[in-house]
């Protein structure tokens, strides 16, 4: 009994999760790719860590026919990016615009690395504690008589 219960639970673990249902195709292949690849810069609004190509939750499979409705309709490809940004917002892309909003996103890298680098050039010039001059005889007699 046990041997084809574990034999069916490695089949459904071997078996790959297809998130794109083949209901969702589109007849043309060429619209097909383009589909895909705007899929593939779109992210789950649920997942947050998958393309909506790559995501099984319902609103990725929404967002997946949305794209080929407007690409069905004959919209271009930055028309279908900016319709789903206008709807969603610029968390939907997976690799934000470069725009007065996401300045701060893509600066404070450079900035952090700006910050440390000044830093660490500081911390080398800062002048060194000069060694200590040698005890004068009267200082070294006194020392001396206090150790006795």
């Not at 998130?19 to 609004?45: K, V």
């Not at 939907?92 to 830093?119: D, Q």
């Not at 080398?124 to 020392?143: D, F, I, K, T, Y």
């Amino acid at each position: 009994m046990r041997r084809p219960l574990a034999i069916l639970i490695c089949a459904v673990l071997a078996t790959p999760a297809l998130a794109l249902t083949p209901d969702e195709r589109l007849s043309d292949p060429a619209l097909e790719a383009r589909a895909r690849a705007i899929s593939a810069e779109l992210r789950c609004l649920v997942c947050q860590n998958q393309s909506i190509d790559d995501s099984d939750a319902p609103l990725a499979k929404d967002l997946r026919h949305l794209v080929r409705e407007q690409l069905t309709a004959g919209k271009t490809d930055s028309e279908i990016m900016d319709f789903v940004v206008a709807r969603y917002g610029e968390f939907v892309l997976l690799r934000p615009r470069l725009s007065a909003g996401t300045i701060l996103l893509w600066a404070t890298p450079f900035t952090v690395l700006l910050i440390a680098g000044a830093a660490l050039l500081l911390r080398r010039r800062r002048p060194h504690v000069a060694p200590e001059a040698p005890l004068s005889a009267a200082e070294r007699q006194a020392l001396e008589r206090a150790l006795e």
